[in-house]
């Protein structure tokens, strides 16, 4: 069976993902750097959002 690529991220695997601690990737959430919806009482974050964040920074850091 093929593995399948997630869509959306826990905050755990974001954390992961950045190396970030959970406070900050909550800040960067309520800053609106990096977007996020809820289901249910759940926390998500689109994959495309953390690539776009990290292309933000790659760019201001040019």
């Known amino acids: 069976m093929a593995h399948i690529a997630p869509v959306v991220l826990k905050i755990p695997e974001v954390m992961a993902a950045l190396g970030m601690s959970r406070g900050k990737v909550y800040d960067l959430i309520r800053a609106r750097k990096l977007k996020s919806f809820t289901e249910g009482r759940s926390r998500r974050i689109p994959l495309t959002a953390v690539h776009d964040y990290v292309r933000t ?4 850091a040019a």
């Open 57 to 60: 920074k790659m760019e201001e």
